[in-house]
């Protein structure tokens, strides 16, 4: 399960970097909150490859925590790190209760569908495993 969860973070944090390198054209975006057909923001390439450089983090987290790879940290603190991967996962899906997650107000959007079907639901799940993980000790 931890090179699965790892796996797709990692997929997650290229087509963030993907992102930075192409940007957000057109208005209506699957990527990109909006409301009344105007983005909300639109992300600077730094932005993006910030986001990318946290993913990596949290797939390279995730296989350390596991026992995937070997780390020189303590334990302690990549178990921590684990945790607050997955606690930030689990609060992306629940959402801001306004643009984004399952609980957000703002629909009839592109990217509202798509953060219904697709992000929210795989924040949850992603953020959960991660958490199952996180305080797995059978797992070293």
């Known amino acids: ?11 997650l ?12 054209e057109g208005e209506s975006s699957p990527v990109i909150p909006e409301i ?15 986001m990318a450089a946290a ?3 949290a797939s390279i ?17 990549t178990q921590f790190g684990t945790i607050a991967v997955g606690i930030v996962l689990v609060l992306r899906a629940v959402g801001d209760f306004h643009m984004l997650g399952f609980f957000k ?3 009839g959007t592109v990217f509202a569908e798509w953060d ?4 929210s639901p795989l924040s949850l799940i992603l953020g959960l495993a991660t958490l199952w ?8």
């Open 13 to 24: 944090s290229m087509l963030h970097v993907y992102g930075g390198v192409e940007g957000v």
């Open 105 to 107: 107000r703002v629909r």
């Open 61 to 77: 987290l995730v296989t350390t925590r596991s026992g995937l790879l070997r780390s020189p940290f303590p334990d302690a603190w």
């Open 36 to 50: 009344d057909g105007k983005p909300v923001f639109v992300p600077e390439p730094r932005d993006w490859y910030a």
């Open 116 to 119: 219904t079907r697709l992000f």
């Open 133 to 140: 993980i996180a305080f797995s000790d059978c797992l070293h």
């Open 55 to 57: 993913l990596a983090l």
């Open 1 to 11: 399960m931890a090179f699965t969860i790892a796996s797709v973070l990692a997929v």
